[in-house]
């Protein structure tokens, strides 16, 4: 089944304790992102990949830092996690090729609580 | 930053009746994509829209894209409880970045 998938899906952690969120596809996309979502400001975007070892900021990327070593794998990195960091985050991937008219898919994703 | 305001926040009807959800922006997108989400769920893509003036019909739902490319509606006639869920709109600003509205809360009560 294609699916992207996100771990852990619950996290609850404490003020500068560094984290790591992963995500997976199965699709052998090549462009990857990572979104937040927050009550009364909608889904952004935090950073996103093109391919291996290229990636870009989004709208929303201070405290955040990602890596792209395999095209399958995109991991979301809190090195110093804080509580404006409590959220939804989604990971998204889709083919590169046909822009954003391609399907991008979003994975379950991960509700982060920082104390 | 490019900004998507969706209107209304909120719609509640029953069971049947007719909606339109709008989407609009003083900036020009190259795309538009319609998703919508269920509670404990990502969202997940309904349509994309690329040309001004284009309309796409997915069963009861009627997408639209502006003219001008800067604004888009999402119709659905007849609604049914399944399709309750929250519908976003999001922008394409190039072929990497995609602004999002707020969304759109939809309740259809039977």
């Known amino acids: 089944e294609a699916q992207v998938t996100q771990n852990p899906r619950y996290l609850i952690t404490v003020t500068g304790k560094k984290l790591t969120v992963t995500c997976s596809q199965n699709?052998?996309?090549?462009?990857m992102s990572w979104y937040r979502q927050d009550p009364g400001l909608g889904l952004r975007q935090i950073y996103y990949s093109m391919n291996v070892e290229v990636t870009d900021k989004g709208d929303v990327p201070e405290g955040y830092k990602v890596s792209r070593k395999e095209k399958r794998n995109f991991p979301l990195i809190l090195e110093s996690p804080s509580p404006n960091q409590t959220s939804l985050y989604f990971c998204?991937?889709?083919?590169?090729?046909?822009?954003?008219?391609?399907?991008?898919?979003f994975g379950p994703g991960t509700r982060l609580l920082v104390l | 930053t490019q900004l998507l305001e969706q209107s209304p926040q909120f719609l509640s009807i029953q069971e049947g009746e007719n909606l339109t959800v709008y989407c609009n922006s003083s900036?020009?997108?190259?795309?538009l994509q319609w998703y919508r989400q269920e509670p404990g769920e990502g969202p997940v893509l309904l349509v994309t829209v690329v040309t001004g003036g284009e309309v796409k019909k997915l069963k009861r739902l009627t997408f639209q894209f502006g003219d001008a490319r800067k604004d888009s509606s999402l119709h659905i006639t007849a609604a049914q409880p399944g399709d309750t869920g929250l519908y976003l709109c999001?922008?394409?600003?190039?072929?990497?970045?995609?602004?999002f509205g707020k969304g759109t809360l939809l309740t259809v009560n039977p």
């Open positions: 999001a922008g394409g600003r190039s072929n990497y970045k995609l602004t």
């Open positions: 998204a991937s889709r083919p590169l090729a046909g822009g954003l008219q391609e399907t991008q898919y």
């Open positions: 699709m052998n996309h090549e462009y």
């Open positions: 900036s020009v997108f190259s795309s």
